[in-house]
């Protein structure tokens, strides 16, 4: 049976929404893009040019918008400012 957002809102959470490691994240409020990594953190993307090498140049169509709330709840992993630091944030 369908419940009011009122409802909704008064449920507890079961805990942090997880990022599948690859998925690029991004809050509304902000401009950077995150990539969230084998570690559990979301990684800084710093050189959009690294995600139009690795993704392509419709690499936007595949961000994830995520409340403030949720990607504050996440470790800082070491920011990406290359093909490098791409592949590592994937292996770590």
Known sequence: RP???V???ALPLAGNLVFKPGTLVKAASSSRVLLAGTDGALHRVTDPSVL???LG???SDRV???ADQIIGSYQNGK???DLIGYVAALKE
Do not use: E, H, N, R
Request: no cysteine.
């Open 79 to 81: 920011d990406i400012t």
């Open 7 to 9: 409802q909704l809102a």
């Open 64 to 66: 994830t918008f995520a």
């Open 57 to 59: 140049k419709s690499w």
């Open 52 to 54: 139009d090498t690795m």
């Open 3 to 5: 419940i009011s957002g």
